[in-house]
């Protein structure tokens, strides 16, 4: 949604750290789909800082980085058939040919070491300029690393694209998305706040907006149901957090899913004034959140109510002003 360019970039950094693993342990079903969410965020944040890819990726043509050697330049004609790559496609096999010799003692691990480097690079680039050329001249790596990557383990990058984003949107199954837009609100909320939880049912309904909770919690919630739990947060555009002093790890397995899954702004999180709570992992899990979120709180249900409502009608506000300037693709 309405996300800044480090926002952005900060999601890229995330999808870039999920793949980690898959390729240390060679899981090639992971790996086929972590790495569309990896090119898909490079694209958005391209498109963020208006940074035209074609362009940027015109070094590996004209000037290859590591082949200042190269006495004749290797023409795309020669390989893909075209004057200029245009697709994954054609930068795969591209640069698969170009770089044949260098990639081959190159492990995969050592490729991701290298779209790692490469993106903190750009992450740097960004913080401290921002120096727009060398984010450019960064991402760009990144982008051919990734594709590297994509060849070391035979994946076709166009074809893992496609099933991951079948040209429409993953979440919704819509084209255009319809995600800019509340109508799902998923409420975690701890035992002693049970009383609040009714009153913001109530609320969601005069908004005309379902609330997604699972009341009926047991002791066995945590582990045979959190999926169902997972997967209620997934279907959700956004959450409501009420928090007093009955802290669980099913409090906090929703938190951190709720952050991981949806668009922090879509996020409310309300605490019960009172007496301090004793437990210390809510404690610390708190002071963590207040470095990136804001943490509401409230004397009594009334306060709640008043403060979420004028929360949620801005923010509907604004993602139907989102929604108005993003044109409908046929």
């Known amino acids: 949604m309405s996300l800044?360019?480090?926002?952005?970039?900060?999601?890229?950094?995330?999808?870039?750290?999920?793949?980690?693993?898959?390729?240390?342990?060679?899981?090639?079903?992971?790996?086929?789909?972590?790495?569309?969410?990896?090119?898909?965020?490079?694209?958005?944040?391209?498109?963020?800082?208006?940074?035209?890819?074609?362009?940027?990726?015109?070094?590996?043509?004209?000037?290859?980085?590591?082949?200042?050697?190269?006495?004749?330049?290797?023409?795309?004609?020669?390989?893909?058939?075209?004057?200029?790559?245009?697709?994954?496609?054609?930068?795969?096999?591209?640069?698969?040919?170009?770089y044949r010799n260098e990639n081959a003692n190159i492990t995969p691990s050592t490729t991701v070491l290298k779209i790692i480097e490469d993106i903190g690079k750009t992450s740097r680039s960004l913080r401290?300029?921002?120096?727009?050329?060398?984010?450019?001249?960064?991402?760009?790596g990144v982008i051919a690393w990734t594709i590297t990557l994509a060849n070391k383990f035979d994946v076709q990058i166009d074809d893992v694209i496609y099933n991951r984003y079948p040209n429409k949107c993953a979440r919704c199954q819509s084209k255009p998305c319809k995600c800019f837009g509340l109508s799902t609100m998923f409420i975690s909320y701890t035992k002693d706040t049970t009383k609040e939880l009714q009153s913001v049912k109530d609320l969601l309904t005069q908004l005309d907006l379902k609330a997604e909770a699972f009341d009926r919690l047991g002791p066995n919630f945590y582990r045979i149901n959190m999926s169902k739990v997972f997967n209620a947060i997934y279907e959700s555009d956004g959450a409501i957090v009420l928090l007093k002093d009955q802290w669980s790890k099913k409090d906090r397995?929703?938190?951190?899913?709720?952050?991981?899954?949806?668009?922090?702004?879509?996020?409310?999180?309300?605490?019960?004034?009172?007496?301090?709570?004793?437990?210390?992992?809510?404690?610390?899990m708190l002071e963590e959140i207040k470095q990136f979120h804001k943490i509401q709180y409230y004397s009594n249900k009334e306060q709640l109510v008043q403060s979420l409502r004028e929360g949620i009608q801005i923010r509907v506000g604004e993602l139907k002003e989102i929604a108005v300037r993003i044109p409908e693709k046929k």
Not at 8 to 32: D, G, T
Not at 258 to 279: A, H, P
Request: charged residues 30%; proline residues 5%; contains cysteine.
């Open 4 to 98: 800044t360019n480090e926002q952005v970039l900060q999601r890229l950094v995330e999808e870039i750290a999920e793949i980690v693993k898959p390729v240390y342990v060679f899981n090639l079903e992971r790996i086929k789909w972590v790495l569309p969410d990896i090119v898909a965020w490079i694209c958005a944040f391209a498109d963020k800082c208006h940074i035209d890819l074609g362009e940027i990726m015109c070094k590996y043509i004209e000037n290859p980085p590591g082949k200042l050697n190269l006495k004749t330049r290797i023409k795309p004609q020669n390989i893909i058939r075209k004057e200029y790559p245009t697709t994954f496609e054609d930068w795969q096999l591209y640069l698969a040919v170009v």
């Open 128 to 140: 401290i300029g921002p120096n727009i050329a060398n984010v450019k001249k960064h991402l760009a």
């Open 253 to 284: 397995a929703e938190l951190l899913e709720i952050f991981n899954t949806l668009d922090k702004k879509n996020v409310w999180i309300y605490v019960k004034k009172g007496k301090k709570t004793k437990n210390n992992e809510q404690k610390r």
